[in-house]
């Protein structure tokens, strides 16, 4: 059974800095592609980061130069560390996996930049 269980968020003033972790069970983060997707209030779900399979890193423009998108294969982990954060990052983050045909996430953690 595949588990992906976020940690790390919550209440930051603008410009703090917060690490989001996801420990991942039942596959492996070095085989898989892994992402980290946000969704504020009252507005669609976009990708924020992502770690393929080969480490190859991206990001979404509104992100780079202040999100960095890492894993610990030993601890089975992916982290997004987040650096001057501002009140529009303010969302619930989600851990995504896709290994193979298949898609799993996580249950989000909250994460709110105040002004």
């Known amino acids: 059974q595949v588990e992906l269980v976020e940690s790390g968020g919550g209440l930051v003033q603008a410009g703090g800095s917060l690490r989001l972790s996801c420990r991942v069970t039942?596959?492996?983060?070095?085989?898989?592609?892994m992402a980290w997707d946000r969704q504020a209030p009252g507005k669609q779900r976009e990708w924020v980061a992502r770690?393929?399979?080969?480490?190859?890193?991206d990001y979404w423009d509104s992100v780079k130069g202040r999100f960095t998108i890492s894993r610990d294969n030993a601890k089975n982990t992916v982290y997004l560390q987040m650096n001057s954060l501002k009140y529009d990052d303010t969302a619930v983050y989600y851990c995504n996996a896709a290994a193979g045909p298949d898609d799993f996430w996580g249950q989000g953690t909250q994460v709110t930049v105040s002004s």
């Open positions: 770690i393929s399979s080969d480490g190859t890193t």
């Open positions: 039942g596959i492996a983060v070095s085989l898989s592609h």
